[in-house]
């Protein structure tokens, strides 16, 4: 699971920066802003992208941590990703894009990104 948040975090250091981000931010502010930075190797040097790789890098953890506590405790995680994944950042902020506005508003960014994994990686019945 921590090769998960690893690779997902090597994948949007890509799309944004380095970690220190403010805690608490709506999925809608998180999306909002994620989708003014260009997804390119400048995207490292704006400040605003840093902020929001931190804030993806907490929600991927603390969704990886549910996950491995759910199989711990022998009940069926939010989702089922493989030990490594490929993560694409435009075709997961165009998932949390299509989320409605108002429902992303009232969203943490770990919702979005609980969202995104399960709709990506569902576990079987």
């Known amino acids: 699971m921590s090769r998960i948040i690893l690779i997902a975090g090597l994948a ?4 944004a920066g380095s970690a220190t981000a403010q805690s608490g931010m709506t999925l809608d502010a998180f999306v909002t802003r994620a989708n003014r930075i260009p997804l390119n ?3 490292m040097l704006r400040p ?3 902020r929001l790789k931190g804030e993806a890098e907490r929600a991927f953890r603390t969704v990886g941590d549910e996950i491995e506590a759910a ?3 022998g ?3 939010p989702a ?3 030990a490594q994944i490929n993560l694409n950042v435009r075709q997961m902020l165009d998932f949390l894009n299509g989320i409605p ?8 960014v770990t919702d ?3 969202s995104w994994m399960a709709s990506r990686y569902p576990c079987g019945a």
């Open 101 to 108: 506005q108002p429902r992303r508003q009232r969203m943490t």
């Open 41 to 43: 190797p400048t995207a």
């Open 48 to 50: 605003d992208a840093h």
């Open 112 to 114: 979005g990104i609980r």
């Open 80 to 82: 089922c990703p493989p």
């Open 75 to 77: 009940r069926t995680p």
């Open 71 to 73: 199989r711990t405790a």
């Open 12 to 15: 949007l250091a890509l799309a």
